[in-house]
């Protein structure tokens, strides 16, 4: 089976080392063909070199670099767009979420699903912590305004843990526009608008780091991108 694993990173010298070493234990053992990719979205620790050193070690480590910070967005998208594997994940450098968890999602995509996203409100998910009351609440407008404004039926669009076939990569993010804090949901858009099956998996959470989401200014610039999408869907510009 062949498998990217795309991590975007910004500032995660102390985290990126150890998750680099548990993917390439965890996929090693698989025995599958895959690759890493880092993308360095304008960092201004050490990342950069931790990834380097790693990618020396081992050639199925890539380190590509934005040279200014774009958004997670955009290094998700590029990462996409460059690599050739036939399956493509996105997940975060800290790992909040097993690897061990795509062996949900592979057997789908055999069944036609072209996108696979981890679910926090689905059957099948398990925590092992808290969120504080203010960001479930944060959470609960957003998609509030999410299901009335452009994506109905999906219950956690900003899980980061998605999977994609090769072709739904290629046609979804080829079409991405936005580049922060609304691309979840943009990229599950425009993979419904043409048609590509998709499929919210409960997953387990195990000690996210603390979110860097401002919860006061955030949302703003959050319910700004969905607005942004919106007058897009109204445009045709993603046909």
Request: proline share 3%; hydrophobic share 45%.
């Amino acid at each position: 089976m062949e498998l990217t694993v795309i991590l975007p990173a910004l500032n995660e010298e102390k985290r990126i080392g150890a998750a680099l070493g548990r993917l390439g234990e965890y996929l090693g053992a698989k025995g599958w063909d895959y690759e890493i990719i880092v993308v360095d979205d304008g960092c201004t620790d050490g990342t950069a070199a931790v990834v380097s050193q790693a990618a020396a070690a081992d050639p199925r480590i890539r380190l590509i670099s934005n040279g200014q910070n774009r958004g997670k967005g955009y290094s998700v998208k590029r990462a996409m767009l460059e690599s050739s594997k036939a399956l493509r994940l996105f997940t975060d450098a800290d790992l909040p979420i097993p690897i061990e968890e795509i062996e949900k999602f592979i057997p789908l995509t055999e069944q036609g699903f072209g996108v696979l996203i981890g679910s926090r409100k689905v059957e099948g998910h398990e925590s092992d912590t808290r969120t504080s009351p203010l960001r479930s609440m944060f959470s609960a407008v957003f998609n509030v305004i999410v299901q009335a404004l452009v994506l109905r039926g999906i219950k956690d669009t900003q899980c980061g843990f998605k999977l994609f076939t090769a072709r739904a990569a290629e046609e979804i993010f080829k079409r991405q526009r936005l580049d922060y804090f609304g691309f979840d949901v943009e990229i599950l858009s425009i993979a419904r608008l043409h048609g590509f099956k998709i499929k919210e998996v409960g997953i387990k959470l195990s000690n996210p780091k603390e979110s860097s989401v401002n919860v006061f200014i955030s949302p703003l610039k959050m319910f700004a991108e969905i607005i942004r999408l919106r007058l897009n869907l109204w445009k045709g510009i993603y046909r």
